[in-house]
């Protein structure tokens, strides 16, 4: 099986997100939400789709502002529901719904999202799975997994002799900073 960076650079669809957006590290409070949305939509399907439909998932979540999708009640479920540029699923339309609203109280119990996923971490891949199946709707390890990958708290993102592995590197993101004992 070939890695991410076998074939993502200067791919049209996977290129992009690659070099500049895969393992670097984030703490905007939408980019973390959208993440993380993507990644529950992409169960099933391929990263491929998911980036295609990227721009109208964007525009059908409001620009993942947090706030507005926690907000979001049956006309927007069904709107979303029949809004052909997105993935269309009721579990997942649903899911991002209560996942907004768990990511609005963090704000009280932690000051954030970026300070609930640094305030929990080191853990390895196994605990972080655990805790998001209790906290977040429709998270699996492959979710959660790639999730946190994406955002620089898991290793394996990409290879040490990609180019991107040294940028990564440069900005210290929490899974070289620290490892769980």
Not at 167 to 174: F, G, H, R, V, Y
């Amino acid at each position: 099986m070939s890695a991410y960076c076998d074939f993502a650079p200067g791919d049209p669809v996977h290129g992009s997100y690659h070099d500049t957006e895969y393992g670097f590290p984030t703490t905007d409070e939408a980019v973390l939400f959208e993440r993380l949305t993507l990644e529950v939509f992409q169960a099933g399907l391929s990263w491929a789709v998911i980036l295609k439909k990227r721009e109208n998932f964007r525009t059908a979540f409001d620009g993942f502002d947090v706030d507005k999708v926690a907000a979001y009640g049956d006309s927007e479920s069904t709107r979303l529901l029949a809004d052909a540029g997105i993935v269309r699923n009721k579990l997942k339309v649903a899911a991002t719904i209560d996942n907004a609203k768990v990511i609005q109280s963090f704000r009280a119990s932690h000051g954030g999202f970026a300070d609930w996923i640094a305030a929990n971490h080191p853990l390895v891949k196994e605990d972080w799975v655990k805790l998001f199946k209790m906290t977040f709707k429709f998270t699996g390890g492959e979710i959660t997994g790639e999730f946190l990958m994406s955002i620089g708290y898991l290793p394996g993102v990409h290879r040490h002799s990609c180019p991107i592995f040294d940028k990564i590197a440069a900005l210290n993101p929490p899974w070289m900073t620290s490892q769980p004992e």
